[in-house]
Every structure is written in structure tokens, then in C-alpha cells.
């Protein structure tokens, strides 16, 4: 692969790219930490799936992935930068690629994978997480069919 010639200033800006905590991550902890919920965060939860889930709900098997509109090439606020085009254009799709793995991963190994965009609302992502977990809890709690 050609290595691309970048600048200091460019090099100096990405490295400081958070990818942990962003600020939507944050709020959305803080949004269902409040509603009295509680989950780890930054875990490998599927055993041989190299994949860190930002907000990881266990016993109800759902995983929470926060994407950045620009990494993860969002369909409403994505923006293909000019400069080093085709790296650019590589590195999202290929993220987009992993990130469509990685919920098949998750889900064959029983687990729900919900997405949340940077742009949404932190209290309607917080709600369809809640309702996620909710029904997931439920059905975990239900009694089994035809058993004695």
C-alpha cells in the first residue's frame, strides 16, 4: 500500500480524535446511567471477536456502538474530504464494512447490536436503548414454553 504524504498539522489533528468518550457517548452514559440502568463500557463482550461495544449491557446481551458521522460514514451528515480522496474514501467504507461484520458477529452470537449516530438526540437514543434492554430482560425473565 502507497503511503500517503501528510502534514504535521494534519497528523497533529487526528491524533487528537477522541474515540473513546466522545461527547454524544458521555451524554447517552449520563441519559441511562440516570434512568437507572447500568452497563460497562468499552468491553469485548462476544469471546474472539476483536470489537469493543462503547456501552455493553450483559445479562441482556445488548451491545451499544456510538459512530461518528464522518468515521462511519453516516447517510445524512458523511462528508468525503478532497484531500487524499481515495484514502479517505478506503478508510470509511472499510469501516462501514466492519461495522456491518461486526453486528453479524455479535448477533450470531446472541447478542443485539444497537447504533447510535453522533447527530442524534441523547434522549431519544437513550429511550430506544432502554426499550432494547427492557424487552431483552423480559425475555430473558419469561418462563420457557412447554417445560414442567
Known amino acids: ?55 455493553v449491557f450483559g445479562p441482556a446481551r445488548v451491545a451499544v456502538f456510538v459512530d461518528g458521522c464522518f468515521w462511519h460514514g453516516c447517510p445524512v451528515h458523511a462528508t468525503w474530504p478532497k484531500n487524499n480522496a481515495d484514502f479517505w474514501r478506503t478508510k470509511i467504507e472499510g469501516n462501514r464494512r466492519r461495522d456491518v461484520d461486526t453486528d453479524a458477529r455479535f448477533a450470531e452470537a446472541g447478542w443485539l447490536v444497537l447504533r447510535v449516530w453522533e447527530h442524534e438526540s ?13 424487552d431483552r430482560r423480559a425475555v430473558r425473565l419469561s418462563p420457557r414454553r412447554g417445560t414442567a
Request: charged residues 35%.
Open 122 to 134: 441523547v434522549e431519544e437514543a437513550a429511550a430506544r436503548v432502554l426499550r432494547a434492554v427492557a
Open 1 to 55: 500500500m502507497e503511503k500517503l504524504a501528510t502534514t504535521a498539522a494534519v497528523r497533529a489533528r487526528m491524533s487528537r480524535q477522541k474515540s473513546h468518550d466522545t461527547s454524544m457517548e458521555v451524554s447517552l452514559r449520563k441519559a441511562l446511567h440516570a434512568a437507572g440502568v447500568r452497563y460497562r463500557i468499552h468491553r469485548k463482550p462476544v469471546k474472539g471477536v476483536r470489537r469493543e461495544a462503547d456501552i
